[in-house]
C-alpha cells in the first residue's frame, strides 16, 4: 500500500485520507497522523474502505468511547446499540423502498436541515463516523461547514459578545419544524431541552467555533424575536455557498467529522428508486459544554447585539 497521503478538498475544511485499510488494524504512527489532521481539518475521507460494523466501531474507539443512540422511528435498536442505520431499505422488507411520504423516511428528512450531532443531548457528541455501504447514483450527498470558520470570520465585538453565551439545544424543537409527532410520548419525555455553550474551544489545537445548527432553539437571557434572529444570522454566516464542502458519495467512502466545529446536512436524492444505505458510529463527547446541562428558564434580555453590528 502508498504510504499515507492527507489532501486538503477545500479552502475552509476537509481533506482526503489516503494509503491506509482501515479493515485491519491501524499502527501508533498512522493513527497520530490522523488523529492530528482530524484536528486541523476537522473532516476527513477515507474513500475505499469496505468496513463491516463491526470494523467500523472498532476503528472508531481508537478515538474514544462509543455514543449510544437514542431511539427514534423505525431504528429502534434495530441494529447494535451504538450503530445508528440511516437508510431508506424497509427494516421489515428488504426489497421495499421508503419514499419521503413514509413517516420513517420524514423523521429523517431531519438530517436535510444543518445540524451538529447530538447537540441536543447534555454531553455532546465528539465526532461521527459515516460508512456508503449503499449510495445512490445521483443525489444524497453531505455537505459540511466550518463552525470554527464561522466564529474567525465574525466582527470581533460580535465574537467578544457571543462567549459565555448559553444556547438551549432540543431535537423535539428542530423536528417540530418539519412536523408534528415524530416522535412517541415517551420518547419525548426523555429527551428534554439542554443547554450548549454558545463558543466552544477545542481543547487540542485552543481553536473556538460557534456552535449552533437545527437543534439551536433560543439563546437563553435574549428576547425571543431577537435570540431568533441572531441564531438565524449565525446559520447563514455559518452556511455562505463559497464556505460548504460538498461530499458526493462513492460506496465505501468513510467520512469522518468533528461535531464540536462543524454543521452538515444530507442532500435528498430519489428514494424510491435508489437504494441508500449508511451506518453511522458517533464517538461520545467529552463532557457537558454548560453547567447545569438541562434547561431551567430564561433570564431576561440584557443585550448582546450592538446596535449596527450584524453578522
Given at each position: 500500500?502508498?504510504?499515507?497521503?492527507?489532501?486538503?478538498?477545500?479552502?475552509?475544511?476537509?481533506?482526503?485520507?489516503?494509503?491506509?485499510?482501515?479493515?485491519?488494524?491501524?499502527?501508533?504512527?498512522?493513527?497520530?497522523?490522523?488523529?492530528?489532521?482530524?484536528?486541523?481539518?476537522?473532516?476527513?475521507?477515507?474513500?475505499?474502505?469496505?468496513?463491516?460494523?463491526?470494523?467500523?466501531?472498532?476503528?472508531?474507539?481508537?478515538?474514544?468511547?462509543?455514543?449510544?443512540?437514542?431511539?427514534?422511528?423505525?431504528?429502534?435498536?434495530?441494529?447494535?446499540?451504538?450503530?445508528?442505520?440511516?437508510?431508506?431499505?424497509?427494516?421489515?422488507?428488504?426489497?421495499?423502498?421508503?419514499?419521503?411520504?413514509?413517516?420513517?423516511?420524514?423523521?429523517?428528512?431531519?438530517?436535510?436541515?444543518?445540524?451538529?450531532?447530538?447537540?441536543?443531548?447534555?454531553?455532546?457528541?465528539?465526532?461521527?463516523?459515516?460508512?456508503?455501504?449503499?449510495?445512490?447514483?445521483?443525489?444524497?450527498?453531505?455537505?459540511?461547514?466550518?463552525?470554527?470558520?464561522?466564529?474567525?470570520?465574525?466582527?470581533?465585538?460580535?465574537?467578544?459578545?457571543?462567549?459565555?453565551?448559553?444556547?438551549?439545544?432540543?431535537?423535539?424543537?428542530?423536528?417540530?419544524?418539519?412536523?408534528?409527532?415524530?416522535?412517541?410520548?415517551?420518547?419525548?419525555?426523555?429527551?428534554?431541552?439542554?443547554?450548549?455553550?454558545?463558543?466552544?474551544?477545542?481543547?487540542?489545537?485552543?481553536?473556538?467555533?460557534?456552535?449552533?445548527?437545527?437543534?439551536?432553539?433560543?439563546?437563553?437571557?435574549?428576547?425571543?424575536?431577537?435570540?431568533?434572529?441572531?441564531?438565524?444570522?449565525?446559520?447563514?454566516?455559518?452556511?455562505?455557498?463559497?464556505?460548504?464542502?460538498?461530499?458526493?458519495?462513492?460506496?465505501?467512502?468513510?467520512?469522518?467529522?468533528?461535531?464540536?466545529?462543524?454543521?452538515?446536512?444530507?442532500?435528498?436524492?430519489?428514494?424510491?428508486?435508489y437504494r441508500r444505505v449508511m451506518r453511522r458510529t458517533t464517538l461520545a463527547g467529552e463532557g457537558p459544554t454548560a453547567d447545569p446541562p438541562y434547561a431551567t428558564r430564561t433570564p431576561a434580555w440584557d443585550g448582546i447585539i450592538p446596535e449596527g453590528v450584524g453578522v
Open positions: 500500500m502508498a504510504p499515507l497521503q492527507i489532501t486538503p478538498v477545500h479552502p475552509v475544511l476537509g481533506a482526503r485520507v489516503e494509503g491506509v485499510d482501515l479493515t485491519a488494524a491501524v499502527d501508533d504512527a498512522t493513527f497520530r497522523k490522523i488523529h492530528d489532521a482530524f484536528q486541523e481539518y476537522s473532516v476527513l475521507i477515507f474513500p475505499g474502505q469496505r468496513l463491516t460494523d463491526a470494523q467500523q466501531m472498532a476503528f472508531t474507539t481508537r478515538f474514544g468511547p462509543l455514543e449510544t443512540t437514542i431511539k427514534s422511528i423505525g431504528q429502534e435498536r434495530r441494529l447494535h446499540e451504538n450503530m445508528v442505520d440511516l437508510s431508506n431499505v424497509d427494516p421489515k422488507a428488504e426489497e421495499r423502498l421508503m419514499g419521503w411520504n413514509d413517516r420513517r423516511m420524514l423523521y429523517q428528512s431531519g438530517n436535510q436541515l444543518w445540524h451538529t450531532d447530538s447537540s441536543f443531548k447534555p454531553v455532546p457528541a465528539m465526532a461521527s463516523l459515516l460508512s456508503g455501504r449503499e449510495v445512490p447514483p445521483t443525489g444524497g450527498e453531505t455537505e459540511y461547514v466550518s463552525m470554527r470558520h464561522a466564529h474567525a470570520t465574525l466582527p470581533a465585538g460580535l465574537q467578544r459578545r457571543l462567549e459565555g453565551r448559553v444556547v438551549v439545544h432540543s431535537i423535539l424543537y428542530s423536528r417540530s419544524t418539519i412536523a408534528k409527532g415524530l416522535f412517541d410520548p415517551e420518547h419525548e419525555q426523555e429527551l428534554p431541552p439542554v443547554r450548549q455553550a454558545l463558543v466552544r474551544t477545542n481543547p487540542f489545537n485552543g481553536r473556538k467555533a460557534i456552535y449552533i445548527g437545527s437543534h439551536a432553539w433560543y439563546i437563553e437571557g435574549v428576547d425571543d424575536a431577537e435570540s431568533r434572529r441572531l441564531l438565524d444570522d449565525l446559520l447563514a454566516h455559518t452556511t455562505r455557498p463559497e464556505c460548504v464542502y460538498q461530499h458526493r458519495w462513492t460506496q465505501w467512502d468513510l467520512v469522518m467529522w468533528d461535531n464540536r466545529a462543524v454543521l452538515h446536512r444530507g442532500r435528498p436524492w430519489d428514494a424510491e428508486r
